[in-house]
């Protein structure tokens, strides 16, 4: 796995229909929590984590999805973030390892969480992932902006055509993606909280395979063809929008 690794949380209350929900776009339980409350899951690359929003330690809402990473070292990704003058960058422990936070230049707080070797507490599932899945958060923000050079400081750099609308950056390797999306004008993201993302993946298998399946377990996906490929939309057990954009 990489060195940082992109790992969106989505902060639930219907954490196990989400589970199976996320499993059906093509998400493996990797890590989970023996007490309940946690999902760890992956993808060809990239993590979603799933926790309870009812013990958010940081008061995260019901459906609110929060940028954050794993990472093998925490100290070297602090010691990067420092360097490049990255605001309240702080290094603590907790019960399953350590944690990095600091500030991003929207001056929401991202998490980072150290890769954890002692599995106390929590199963580890031997589980494969599907290649041709890749998750994006999306950030709400000017493209063209800082938050490039922010992400840049973990690993993920602007991959392909970038615009005032829309730039895909991309880690290493496994690592994820990370979308930045202009702000809408004159309404509200479509995702609640702050410093929340929209949750999208990208895929290279047919979009209508993943629609067949999504069907099958009672959702509604919708399939559209927009100018830069075809694009799944379908409400999730939150009930909010998740896209998954087919890659040629």
């Not at 507490?121 to 890749?134: C, E, F, M, P, V």
């Not at 000017?142 to 973990?154: A, I, K, T």
């Not at 005032?164 to 390797?173: E, I, K, R």
Request: aromatic letters at 8%; proline letters at 4%.
């Amino acid at each position: 796995m990489s060195t940082v690794v992109v790992r969106p949380v989505r902060f639930t209350d219907n954490i196990e229909a989400m589970r199976d929900f996320l499993e059906t776009v093509g998400c493996r339980v990797r890590i989970e929590s023996q007490r309940g409350g946690w999902y760890d899951m992956i993808a060809g690359a990239g993590m979603v984590a799933l926790h309870t929003a009812a013990t958010s330690a940081m008061g995260h809402a019901q459906g609110e999805t929060a940028l954050s990473f794993e990472a093998d070292d925490c100290e070297l990704v602090a010691e990067q973030l420092r360097s490049a003058g990255i605001p309240d960058v702080v290094v603590y422990d907790e019960a399953y390892g350590q944690v990095l936070t600091c500030t991003d230049p929207n001056g929401d707080k991202i998490a980072v969480d150290g890769r954890s070797r002692d599995l106390y507490g929590y199963t580890l599932h031997q589980a494969k992932a599907d290649d041709r899945l890749s998750v994006q958060p999306v950030v709400f923000t000017d493209p063209l902006s800082h938050y490039r050079g922010f992400v840049e400081q973990f690993g993920f750099t602007v991959r392909g055509h970038a615009d005032a609308y829309f730039a895909t950056c991309a880690g290493d390797g496994d690592a994820g993606l990370i979308g930045l999306h202009h702000v809408y004008e004159g309404k509200l993201p479509i995702v609640p909280g702050p410093a929340a993302v929209h949750l999208t993946f990208t895929t290279t298998e047919p979009i209508e395979d993943v629609a067949v399946r999504l069907t099958a377990e009672g959702h509604n996906p919708t399939i559209t063809d927009e100018e830069f490929g075809s694009v799944l939309s379908v409400i999730d057990p939150d009930g909010l929008e998740i896209q998954v954009h087919e890659l040629a």
